[in-house]
């Protein structure tokens, strides 16, 4: 039986410490990062924060995920749950992927009501949806882009447009009516390079589906023909 390295009971499994240890520990760790972050410092280090916006400064959070990364391989080769410890062939048990689910589910729940990012929990400066509009900038250059690394291209393509919709010439608003359109779609042997993408209405983009530009041009003259104001 493994002992705590501190108290001489019972360690927790996987761990080399017992449950009251690692609860006095967490207790402890939780005050000093609230400590920290009250006086806008680094919620690990206590240093300066490169973004105010994140917990952590810039050495730290490649230090965890340096950490992490670590734990989680050695987790995987074990075959043993990321969290708990106990065995699983998965990165978390049955119990802890339930506890995580419900976690995230009540984080995004209390930072929507907050009027915040469920994402990055900063302030959000959209209309509507559970997103910033940063990051609803980086999730569309991950899926059309395949990087999120190229935000600026697509923040530049919609102020080139001044947020007008090419169609229809309505505002268009990142979380409420704007999104991607593929002047020549994929299907139709269009590339995502970004000078095959062009921000539209919502509304527009469905009914345009697979048509091209041309294509869908010359239907609407087709309907407006047929219904004169």
Known sequence: MKKCRKCSR?????????????????????KRRERFIANGA????????????????LKCQMRVKTRQRSRYQKCKANNTCYRCGTTSNKKFCGICQELA??????????????????QCATERDTPAGDFCSDCILRGTSRKWLGSAKRVGEL???????????????????????ASIDHKIPRSRG???????????????NRVKTDMTHEEFIALCHLVASKFPL
Do not use: M
């Not at 927790?12 to 609860?23: E, F, I, K």
């Not at 923040?155 to 009516?177: A, I």
């Not at 269009?190 to 527009?204: F, K, M, R």
């Open 42 to 57: 680094c919620s690990e280090c206590g240093g300066i924060r490169d973004n105010p916006a994140l917990k952590l400064c």
């Open 10 to 30: 019972e360690a927790a499994a996987g761990r080399s410490s017992c449950d009251h240890c690692l609860s006095l520990k967490r207790s402890n760790n939780k």
């Open 101 to 118: 689910v419900k976690w995230n589910r009540e984080k995004r729940d209390k930072l929507r009501v907050q009027g915040k990012c469920t």
């Open 155 to 177: 923040k530049q393509l919609l102020e080139e447009q001044e947020f007008k919709c090419p169609y229809s010439g309505k505002s268009l608003e990142l979380g409420g009516n």
């Open 190 to 204: 269009g590339s995502g390079d970004i000078n095959n993408l062009q921000w539209v209405d919502a509304h527009l």
